[in-house]
């Protein structure tokens, strides 16, 4: 039996979170980690219609410049397409290609959709877009725009991360396909130089509206071999459902003579483990310190650092010590479960952001570490005006200069002749959360939307869109279960530098 020792040093109390993770012997056994692997025997995988990928999940060679000097991005960084135009179809494959292995187990109807931005300048037709590919068994659907082999994913906001992703240039069509249960990829390749990307995301939008707070706060789909294991229910670094969730900027092992930075794993013994968080000034809710075990047994104490001004080249004997204590923690049966342990928010207001573990025992305790999807959270409870706040500054304003609806269209005639076509009407939709989109439609132009003139082009030709969209409906999930995955949703990588 879990066994908690409820010690308040004031008004610590540890509690188990409601949503702890059964505990499965054979999880020990797998790394709990995001770091950076092949997805090819180890795919992302889709769970309640929605699946999510940090875009430098996959590693990526040639021209992708992996970067992180822009607030605001989700995950270890994003990454920009630094190299030559490729316009053309023909020219796709000029863009370093990255192939991403995803599995669907809820099939029907999905959206794709990607957090992007323009590096340069602020014209919102330009360095604005990308290729993506899907692999064989991705299906068309009838009314929407028929892929067929590399298509251009575009988006039209300047100075802000945006969650528009579409094709064909002077129509703004949404980017849909089937799935079927099972395995896919999906090709990325670099089109416009300049154009970074954040994560991206399929969805079924038949069972739930897209939501920009809520996107940014989905953690990054678990991995096969992940899905076991229940991570963080919302982003690193974002905030969600009046929950702002911080990761620990820096996590060390402090013994009589040396400093060891702390990984995937975190050492706690009876000498000291500090982590630095980067408490906002003006944050004055209730927190909590969110921690997970990787072995069985757990028995540590938290305290608050004697003082902020320290990292990882630090002499040990200049590090904080044990000053405040907080909260006890002791437990078994604990293995990759949760544990909240409340903190004094007027403590952390003081100033001090440094957390100090130890243990009174002479055993070793070990945590599941920084950019693991059980990494040490800091949760804080705050108002929705400042998650509204909050999450605008991480998105950006934009340009105020730019009318966002006229940018929604590409309008690059002059680089890509092969997809700019005359428009003869156009209809207008209000896109959730993204502000107004302008579609044109143009059925009977050359090059341009042939949903209405086709059936399914797959393999199964006997399955018409309507009964695609029946079994997607079928698959559904409900309106509370998407809220509370909402709830649940979240995780921007907090960095030192971004929360100031
Ligand atoms: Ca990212």
Not at 220 to 230: F, L, Q, Y
Not at 311 to 332: E, F, G, I, K
Not at 346 to 358: A, E, I, K, Y
Request: glycine share 8%; with cysteine.
């Amino acid at each position: 039996m879990l066994a908690l020792l409820i010690k308040t040093g004031g008004t610590s109390v540890i509690k188990q979170r409601l949503v702890s993770i059964g505990v499965s012997m054979a999880i020990s056994a797998i790394g709990v980690s995001s770091a950076l692997a092949d997805s090819s025997n180890d795919p992302f995988t889709e769970s309640n219609g929605r699946l999510v990928v940090e875009i430098e999940s996959e590693a990526a060679g040639g021209d992708w410049s992996a970067e992180s000097s822009i607030f605001g991005f989700s995950g270890d960084s994003y990454r920009v397409w630094r190299g030559q135009n490729n316009f053309k179809e023909s020219e796709a494959v000029r863009g370093n290609a990255v192939t991403y292995h995803f599995t669907i187990t809820t099939p029907g109807n999905y959206e794709f959709r990607w957090r992007s931005r323009n590096t340069i300048g602020l014209d919102p037709t330009e360095h604005n877009d990308g290729w993506i590919r899907f692999s064989e068994g991705a299906r068309n659907i009838n009314g929407e725009h028929f892929l067929d082999g590399w298509t251009k994913a575009f988006m039209g906001q300047v100075a802000q991360w945006s969650w528009d992703a579409r094709t064909v240039d002077g129509q703004s069509r949404k980017i849909r396909q089937f799935f079927a249960a099972g395995d896919y990829t999906i090709d990325i390749s670099g089109r416009s130089n300049g154009h970074a990307v954040d994560r991206f995301a399929l969805f079924q939008y038949d069972n739930f509206d897209f939501n920009v707070a809520d996107f940014d706060a989905t953690p990054e789909s678990p991995k096969r071999s992940e899905t076991a294991v229940t991570g963080h229910a919302q982003n690193a670094g974002s905030c969600f459902a009046n929950v702002l969730s911080i990761p620990a900027s820096q996590s060390v092992h402090v013994s009589n003579d040396s400093v060891v930075n702390q990984g995937n794993s975190l050492l706690v013994n009876d000498l000291r483990t500090l982590l630095k968080f980067n408490y906002p000034d003006d944050v004055t809710g209730s927190a909590s310190l969110t921690l997970a075990s990787q072995q069985s047994d757990v028995n540590l104490s938290v305290y608050l650092g004697s003082h902020d001004n320290w990292d990882s080249n630090t002499a040990a004997s200049d590090m904080p010590v044990a000053q405040t204590h907080l909260a006890d923690l002791t437990a078994n049966n604990a293995e990759n479960q949760f544990f909240d342990l409340s903190i004094d928010a007027s403590v952390l207001n003081s100033g001090t952001r440094t957390l100090l573990l130890t243990s009174p025992s002479a055993s070793d305790n070990t945590l599941h570490g920084a950019g693991t999807r059980l990494e040490p959270r800091l949760n804080i409870n705050v108002t929705t005006d400042y998650c509204n706040s909050y999450n605008l500054q991480r998105t950006g304003t934009g340009d105020p200069s730019t009318n966002v609806d006229e940018a929604e269209v590409d309008e690059t005639p002059a680089e890509n002749p092969d997809e700019s076509m005359p428009a003869t009407g156009s209809e207008t939709g209000t896109d959730t959360n993204t502000g107004t989109s302008t579609e044109t439609e143009n059925p009977s132009g050359e090059n341009t939307d042939t949903s209405s003139q086709q059936i399914d082009e797959t393999s199964d030709t006997s399955r018409t869109s309507e009964e695609i969209k029946v079994s997607s409906s079928g698959g559904s999930i409900s309106l509370i279960s998407l809220l509370l995955l909402g709830v649940a949703g979240f995780g921007f990588r907090t960095r030192e530098k971004q929360l100031r």
